[in-house]
């Protein structure tokens, strides 16, 4: 549910500067969670069912 509306204008730190700040904090943190998953899979056994090996996965975890 909208309840606020904010009139379209170009970002300025003085106005924006929590939204930024806030956007910036959840790109490290989901660059930060792929690195940590890009390690885990190369030392991480996951054993996939037969019926799921067709799947397609957001990460490498199918190692063929």
Do not use: P
Not at 30 to 46: L, M, R
């Amino acid at each position: 549910m909208v309840t606020n509306r904010i009139e379209e204008h170009t970002a300025d730190y003085g106005k924006d500067y929590i939204k930024i700040k806030n956007l910036a904090l959840k790109e490290k943190q989901i660059e930060a969670i792929a690195k940590w998953s890009d390690e885990k899979i190369q030392e991480t056994y996951i054993k996939v069912n037969g019926e799921y090996r067709n799947c397609e996965f957001a990460n490498n975890w199918l190692k063929k």
